[in-house]
C-alpha cells in the first residue's frame, strides 16, 4: 500500500468531528490547553484536578463536545497531531479564560480584548 492510499483510507475512516478538529487546527494554528493542579500548604507537591482543558471543542463546532478527548487521541494515535510541551505565544483567549477560570464580572472586563 502507498502512503498516498494509506492516508487516504486513513482521511476516509475519520468521524465528521475529527474532521473539523483538523479544520480548526490547520486555519487557526496550535491550540492552548491547561492541566489544573492543586498545591498543599508547603507547596512541595500537587495533584492533577483536570488535565488538558482546551477549548478545541467549542472552537471546531464539534456536535459531541464531550467527545474532544477521545476525538484527540485518535487524531494523535493516527499520526495525523501531535502534542507539544511548548508554551504558545498568547495561549489563553477570553472565552478560554470566561470557561475555565472562576472569574467575578469586574475580573473578566479586565481581561484583554481580543482583536
Avoid at 485518535?74 to 502534542?83: S, V
Amino acid at each position: 500500500m502507498s502512503n498516498s492510499t494509506l492516508a487516504l483510507v486513513t482521511v476516509t475512516n475519520l468521524a465528521p468531528d475529527e474532521g473539523r478538529i483538523l479544520r480548526l487546527l490547520a486555519t487557526d494554528g496550535p491550540q492552548p490547553s491547561v492541566d489544573v493542579r492543586a498545591s498543599n500548604l508547603i507547596g512541595v507537591r500537587s495533584d492533577l484536578v483536570a488535565g488538558g482543558l482546551n477549548m478545541i471543542g467549542a472552537a471546531a463546532g464539534l456536535s459531541r463536545r464531550d467527545s474532544t478527548a477521545p476525538y484527540l487521541n485518535n487524531l494523535e494515535r493516527l499520526g495525523l497531531i501531535w502534542f507539544s510541551r511548548e508554551p504558545l505565544d498568547n495561549p489563553f483567549g477570553r472565552d478560554f479564560c470566561d470557561v475555565c477560570l472562576p472569574l467575578d464580572p469586574d475580573e473578566v472586563q479586565a481581561l484583554p480584548q481580543e482583536p
